[in-house]
């Protein structure tokens, strides 16, 4: 586990005790330290990681607020026994998936536009039309665990005023997908893995400029989009599941 820490860390934009966090989380993950038994004495990893005594303190307290590890005075630091589940969001790749994982997911309104709003730049190839007015919404989706996707999202004025209140409550995919299923004719999504901004790292509690995967989708009526979502997930929750041989 030996590093060359001047290298190592400097290629990255991270605060130190972060990227001692992730070092650290890795070894957990990959079970270099298992289940149990006592990580390595704190001076040696001061030596090995190349780091203050303050910086590994500190990653450790980030740890330990994630339930991966627990400090005992006088004996050392160990791994927890029981190790809280990671929840992983497989990508969706169709749109009966898009709907049936936003029904999964809880929804908290961070801000929404009184007045209508033109769509942004989509950010993605899109031949349909992307005029008209939309109601514009800010929203964190959460899990058990916390939060788990920063997403913006607009919806035409006219769909969004047929059922406001159902559209405030739930995630919006699924109320358009019921309501409109059958009208929607084309709808397309973009990934890429960008830094997360200001509002979104401070929403999933995140660092400044911390990698996430951007999920860009839109869905037309027609030739006209009346549908565009922006979502941030941050990258360690994220995994894509694909079928090499095309048998399922």
Same mark, same amino acid.
């Given at each position: 586990m030996k590093?060359?820490?001047?290298? +190592?860390?400097?290629?990255?934009?991270?605060?130190?005790? +972060?990227?001692?966090?992730?070092?650290?989380?890795?070894?957990?993950?990959?079970?270099?330290?298992?289940?149990?038994?006592?990580?390595?004495?704190?001076?040696?990893?001061?030596?090995? +990681?190349g780091v203050s005594r303050a910086t590994v303190r500190q990653a450790f307290?980030?740890?330990?607020?994630?339930?991966?590890?627990?400090?005992?005075?006088?004996?050392?630091?160990?791994?927890?026994?029981?190790?809280?589940?990671?929840?992983?969001?497989t990508l969706p790749k169709t749109w009966a998936d898009t709907v049936a994982l936003s029904k999964e997911?809880?929804?908290?309104?961070?801000?929404?536009?009184?007045?209508?709003?033109?769509?942004?730049?989509?950010?993605?190839e899109c031949p349909y039309q992307t005029d008209g007015r939309f109601q514009y919404l800010r929203r964190i989706h959460t899990?058990?665990?916390?939060?788990?996707?920063?997403t913006e999202v607009y919806l035409e004025r006219n769909i969004y005023r047929q059922h406001p209140a159902r559209y405030r409550?739930?995630?919006?995919?699924?109320?358009l997908d019921e309501l409109h299923g059958e009208a929607l004719t084309h709808a397309g999504q973009l990934l890429t893995i960008i830094e997360a901004g200001a509002d979104s790292a401070e929403a999933l509690h995140l660092p400044l400029s911390a990698p996430v995967a951007e999920l860009r989708r839109y869905a037309c009526i027609g030739e006209q989009v009346?549908?565009?979502?922006?979502?941030?997930?941050?990258?360690?929750?994220?995994?894509?599941?694909f079928d090499l041989l095309g048998n399922q």
């Open positions: 590093h060359a820490p001047g290298l +190592l860390y400097a290629r990255s934009p991270q605060p130190l005790y +972060l990227q001692v966090a992730a070092i650290v989380r890795r070894n957990i993950e990959r079970g270099v330290w298992p289940r149990g038994e006592q990580v390595p004495a704190l001076e040696t990893l001061v030596e090995t +990681l307290g980030l740890l330990e607020r994630e339930g991966l590890i627990h400090r005992s005075r006088g004996s050392g630091t160990y791994v927890n026994e029981h190790i809280p589940q990671t929840h992983r969001l997911l809880g929804t908290t309104t961070l801000m929404e536009s009184n007045a209508d709003v033109p769509l942004p730049l989509l950010g993605m899990t058990s665990t916390g939060p788990f996707c920063y409550h739930s995630t919006v995919a699924p109320v009346v549908y565009l979502a922006r979502l941030e997930i941050p990258t360690r929750y994220v995994q894509m599941k």
